[in-house]
């Protein structure tokens, strides 16, 4: 069974927006205790973090790219993390991979994060 469960993916135009949702209903029980993040791997490219979100929800990572123009949130009583991303770019179509930590610290590398989903795409088109 995944643990993480990505949806909200698809085809968009540059400068439209996308809302990734990832569902962690099987995470074990201290689920507030995960710091969530979303990385994104670009054909031929390595993954790379685009956002993070510290388990209160009060501290937020995001990678230089996309300041400004994404969002994290993260709802405990739900078990979800949700991506935000507005005026995106072509440069933006990646594979968009959900992933979670149980850690009291934004870590950036992917090492750190024990679980994953199966990822989902973005296309954005010129």
């Known amino acids: 069974q995944v643990p993480l469960v990505e949806s909200g993916g698809g085809l968009v135009q540059a400068g439209g927006s996308l809302r990734l949702s990832c569902a962690a209903s099987?995470?074990?029980?201290?689920?507030?205790?995960?710091?969530l993040a979303w990385f994104r791997q670009a054909p031929g490219q390595e993954r790379e973090i685009v956002a993070a979100?510290?388990?209160?929800?009060?501290?937020?990572y995001y990678t230089a790219s996309v300041q400004g123009r994404f969002t994290i949130t993260r709802d405990n009583t739900e078990n979800t993390v949700e991506l935000l991303m507005k005026s995106l770019k072509p440069e933006d179509t990646a594979v968009y991979f959900c992933a979670a930590d149980y850690s009291s610290a934004i870590m950036t590398e992917s090492k750190y994060y024990e679980y994953w989903g199966q990822g989902i795409q973005v296309t954005v088109t010129p």
């Open positions: 979100i510290l388990w209160s929800g009060k501290d937020q």
């Open positions: 099987t995470l074990r029980y201290d689920y507030d205790r995960y710091t």
